[in-house]
């Protein structure tokens, strides 16, 4: 496993600022990032310290990482996601939908760890709001964003269980009559997740195999998985927007393989590989979650830091869960 990886996880999650907390205050208050958020600061944002908690678990499963099971440890405790159940009643729009799907795959994640029984209030805050949004909302959001409605679904159904039945019949009414998806649409300067790729990815998990098949062929034209695999050129890695590019080559990599179509996806894991360490926190703070996604849908193990992406499993087990 990626020694470098987990270094980076306990680093950037470790960092309180800069942060963006998107926290809107009904009354004068100067509350610390640590104060709001006593599991899920750092990291930059809520959303981006859920998701690379939840890989950090991933990651300790499997080799056994001692300083992962220390941060975990330190953040995912009774009283600290209690809080955050509580501010999620409370603010009950707060990170809808990206950082609520991520939040449920860190619950699915930890089911028979240690963590899995602190996890239970925020779990049922979280179905709560999901399910709210669910039956109020009309139409999916398309942006290639963190409000991008198919990623959350497809996040969501993956790791819920109770949720699963009215996830599947949100996305055939949202997805299940598009055809002929204009591909070319994509990209805006800041996307991080191929619209089109999220939406076929979580019709994938609706549809019987059959007929997602005949779907995707009305959806996606034969040339679009070359637009998809084709390496970006970001101009300022440094910049947080721009960095949003550098994830949508994992991402796109990610997308493809979950629906049967892989080739070509290794170039985009490649030209992003050498941005998921280092000090450009802009994209530190987030990529090694999508990078670890992409890796999985291959079917491979991570193995150990090579410096040059991602290597194979060198067969450590789950201990010390």
Request: one cysteine or more; hydrophobic letters at 40%.
């Amino acid at each position: 496993m990626h020694e470098s990886w987990a270094r980076t996880i306990a680093w950037v999650v470790g960092q309180e600022y800069p942060a963006a907390m998107h926290h809107v205050s009904l009354m004068p208050d100067a509350a610390l990032p640590h104060e709001l958020h006593p599991a899920f600061w750092g990291s930059y944002d809520w959303h981006s310290c859920v998701h690379m908690l939840c890989t950090a678990v991933k990651i300790h499963l499997r080799c056994g990482n001692a300083r992962l099971a220390d941060l975990l440890d330190q953040r995912l405790t009774p009283d600290n996601l209690a809080v955050e159940a509580a501010y999620l009643r409370a603010h009950p729009l707060y990170e809808r939908p990206y950082g609520w799907a991520w939040a449920m795959q860190l619950v699915n994640v930890c089911r028979g760890t240690r963590w899995e029984h602190a996890l239970k209030a925020l779990e049922t805050q979280l179905e709560r709001n999901i399910e709210s949004w669910l039956g109020t909302q009309q139409w999916p959001v398309r942006h290639g964003v963190h409000s991008n409605s198919a990623l959350a679904l497809l996040l969501i159904a993956d790791a819920s269980r109770n949720l699963r039945e009215l996830v599947e019949g949100t996305a055939r009414d949202w997805f299940g009559t598009d055809r002929a998806y204009p591909h070319t649409w994509e990209v805006s300067g800041h996307d991080f997740v191929s619209n089109g790729l999220a939406e076929a990815a979580v019709m994938r998990r609706v549809l019987p195999a059959g007929e997602f098949r005949a779907w995707l062929d009305s959806f996606l034209a034969p040339d679009a998985y070359a637009f998809y695999t084709t390496p970006i050129r970001v101009n300022d890695p440094g910049d947080g927007q721009q960095a949003h590019l550098i994830g949508l080559m994992l991402t796109r990599a990610w997308l493809l393989r979950e629906i049967g179509k892989p080739e070509g996806t290794q170039q985009l894991i490649d030209a992003a590989s050498p941005h998921l360490t280092g000090n450009n926190f802009m994209a530190t703070h987030w990529l090694i979650t999508y990078a670890l996604l992409a890796q999985d849908a291959s079917g491979e193990d991570a193995g150990e830091d090579t410096g040059e992406g991602i290597g194979k499993d060198t067969g450590a087990g789950k201990d010390n869960v």
